[in-house]
Nanobody
Framework: QVQLVESGGGLVQAGGSLRLSCAASGGTFRSYAMGWFRQAPGKEREFVSVISWSGGSTYYADSVKGRFTISRDNAKNTVYLQMNSLKPEDTAVYYC????????????????WGQGTQVTVSS
């Protein structure tokens, strides 16, 4: 059983930056592809980004491409989401997810999910 705990959310002005972290425990972190999703009030959860188990492959939603960067440190069992040039429409609860298959993560069907961290971008 893998436990995921997100951190790093907060309130930031438009154009600012935040770095989210997701710490994993209880499993072999390097075995899992890791992803980030977000859910804004009144909207469905949407895919943000995924990174392969090795970190060698990444994929982003068009809405964040060029602004967000996903990375991982397998020695620290942690995945990160660096968010730059934030916009008010990035406001959401951000969740990390894990699965052995990247495609499953992208589809939102990962085996493990964190509790989320709130990101609020003011205009």
């Amino acid at each position: 059983q893998v436990q995921l705990v997100e951190s790093g959310g907060g309130l930031v002005q438009a154009g600012g930056s935040l770095r989210l972290s997701c710490a994993a425990s209880g499993g072999t972190f390097r075995s899992y592809a890791m992803g980030w999703f977000r859910q804004a009030p009144g909207k469905e959860r949407e895919f943000v980004s995924v990174i392969s188990w090795s970190g060698g492959s990444t994929y982003y939603a068009d809405s964040v491409k060029g602004r967000f960067t996903i990375s991982r440190d397998n020695a620290k069992n942690t995945v990160y989401l660096q968010m730059n040039s934030l916009k008010p429409e990035d406001t959401a609860v951000y969740y990390c997810a894990a699965d052995r298959i990247s495609r499953t993560v992208i589809q939102g069907k990962g085996d493990y999910w964190g509790q989320g961290t709130q990101v609020t971008v003011s205009s």
